[in-house]
């Protein structure tokens, strides 16, 4: 479950992506469309998504928009490479909130987060980028200006479908 950025941001990181890809020879984070996730990937029998559904329309309508703020690059050592998203009172709520709807609707866990703590990004670059071109990346992107501003109008499920993640359906928020 993600936050997927409105045109012309999503053009632009994918072709951050591209760039990634091109540049540093990885191209794992295309196999993704670029999006900000609150909740980790999991496990659900596709005849339950009707469920998911109910549960996420529930919740979205409960939260209206927000800006969205991002501004320059992060990098987790040694492979990852991502679009900072500045951490807001509102994105906050709403991830742990989702968290814990999740937990009490469907029984969906995320202990990834329990562990690390929220650290909103958007990735273009990740598992298959070598370590020594992490560091070229590093130093590429770390000068790079880069700020954009954009309203979270809905929330998006996404689904593997053994070879990428795509949109599965979108839940707006309240406008």
Known sequence: MALIPPEPYFTEALALKQEVRNRFNSKAALRSPPH????MPFRFKEKKE???????SS????FRSSELIQEGFGFFEP???????????ELEHMQKALLR??????????SDYKNRGF???????FRDLKKEAFYEA???????????????????LLKHNEKFW????????QI
């Open 119 to 125: 650290h909103p990004h958007m990735t273009i670059a």
């Open 59 to 62: 919740f979205t309508s409960h």
């Open 36 to 39: 900000i996730t609150l909740q």
């Open 138 to 156: 590093r130093e590429y992107y770390a000068s790079k200006v880069l700020n954009w501003s954009w309203m979270t109008t809905e929330l998006a």
């Open 166 to 173: 795509e949109i599965l359906k979108t839940f707006p928020f």
């Open 101 to 110: 709807h999740l937990r009490k609707t469907l029984n969906i866990e995320s």
């Open 50 to 56: 009707t469920k998911i559904f109910e549960v996420l």
């Open 79 to 89: 492979r990852v490479v991502f679009i900072n998203v500045e951490k807001s009172a």
